[in-house]
């Protein structure tokens, strides 16, 4: 399977200001995904990602808060915006190869104080 | 509502025992994969399961798809240490529409003492 990474992967972020994610795949894929996760605690999806097109969003998600760009098909960001402490969370991109099985990058861990 | 319910969503046992995790639905789903994830890393992908009744072996682990694909199961035997972490169960093409988002269950930590 690709291999994913993600930057950064820890920040640490001042309430109010936003924080840019990056996910890099190194071979094309059609469909990526972003998540948050609290530790612990199962995968909540924020938005599918496709490329050439604006990105699906899940309910209670919006794309003021949380922007995506899917340029290419090996590279997305997701940006956290005007973030709070309830932003504070593990956030996920993840690919999908085939009908259904997905991968996942390192996860990127942000603390919002 | 949550769609797919793991059971139990804590487990600590020692070194050198069986355990069963559970992944029940009330949906059928086309696939179902597993995971493992340790702290500070992503979700690592164990099995995909797309048979019904489809029994899957690796190494310790052994995957079970339920009959109506509306389950599946994960038994390791002779748990050890590097056992421990977050497993996941995720559900594959929600109502046998395959290539739609995963479901996600709410997740199994597994604790292995020496």
């Known amino acids: 399977s690709a291999v994913i990474s993600q930057k950064p992967s820890r920040d640490i972020c001042q309430r109010g200001t936003s924080l840019t994610i990056q996910c890099q795949v190194d071979?094309?894929?059609?469909?990526m995904f972003w998540y948050r996760q609290q530790p612990g605690q199962s995968l909540t999806l924020i938005a599918t990602?496709?490329?050439?097109?604006?990105?699906?969003?899940e309910s209670g998600f919006v794309i003021d808060k949380f922007p995506i760009s899917r340029p290419n098909l090996t590279f997305s960001t997701l940006t956290v915006s005007n973030m709070s402490p309830e932003d504070s969370s593990i956030y996920l991109c993840?690919?999908?190869?085939?009908?259904?099985?997905?991968?996942f990058g390192p996860g990127t861990r942000l603390t919002v104080l | 509502t949550q769609l797919l319910e793991q059971s139990p969503q804590f487990l600590s046992i020692q070194e050198g025992e069986n355990l069963t995790v559970y992944c029940n639905s009330s949906s059928v789903f086309s696939s179902l994969q597993w995971y493992r994830q340790e702290p500070g890393e992503g979700p690592v992908l164990l099995v995909t399961v797309v048979t019904g009744g489809e029994v899957k072996k690796l190494k310790r682990l052994t995957f079970q798809f339920g009959d109506a694909r509306k389950d599946s199961s994960l038994h390791i035997t002779a748990a050890q240490p590097g056992d421990t972490g977050l497993y996941l169960c995720a559900g594959g093409g929600l109502g046998e529409t395959s290539g739609s988002r995963l479901t996600f269950g709410e997740g199994t930590q597994l604790t292995v003492n020496p």
């Open positions: 990602a496709n490329q050439g097109s604006e990105a699906t969003y």
């Open positions: 993840s690919f999908r190869q085939g009908s259904d099985t997905q991968y």
């Open positions: 071979s094309q894929v059609t469909m």
